[in-house]
Nanobody, 127 residues
Framework: QVQPVESGGGLVQAGGSLRLSCAAS????????MGWFRQAPGKEREFVAG????????YYGDSVKGRFTISRDNAKNTVYLQMNSLKPEDTAVYYC????????????????????WGQGTQVTVSS
């Protein structure tokens, strides 16, 4: 079992960058596929990026491809989301999640695929 805790959100101007971190408690962090989701007011929770336990597989939502990069450091029980070229439409609460599923990373894009969730961190991009 893991408990993700997000940090690094804030206010940034369009075109700027932010790096989100997700520290997860639990000795078995390294076996979990990790994902980032986001939810804007009035919208459904949206898949942003996922990374396999070994970092050999990553997968991105169409709206962030080429701008966001997910990575992890299993020694630190931490997963990161580097966000570049931010747009106002990236404004949302960003959530970190973990799944025990052994399915391919690219197939784990629904919130229902994930077992453990953080509380979220707000990202606001001003125009």
């Amino acid at each position: 079992q893991v408990q993700p805790v997000e940090s690094g959100g804030g206010l940034v101007q369009a075109g700027g960058s932010l790096r989100l971190s997700c520290a997860a408690s639990g000795r078995t962090f390294r076996v979990y596929t990790m994902g980032w989701f986001r939810q804007a007011p009035g919208k459904e929770r949206e898949f942003v990026a996922g990374i396999s336990w070994s970092s050999t597989s990553t997968y991105y939502g169409d709206s962030v491809k080429g701008r966001f990069t997910i990575s992890r450091d299993n020694a630190k029980n931490t997963v990161y989301l580097q966000m570049n070229s931010l747009k106002p439409e990236d404004t949302a609460v960003y959530y970190c999640a973990a799944t025990r599923s052994l399915a391919a990373t690219g197939s784990l894009t629904s919130p229902a695929d994930y077992d453990y969730w953080g509380q979220g961190t707000q990202v606001t991009v001003s125009s």
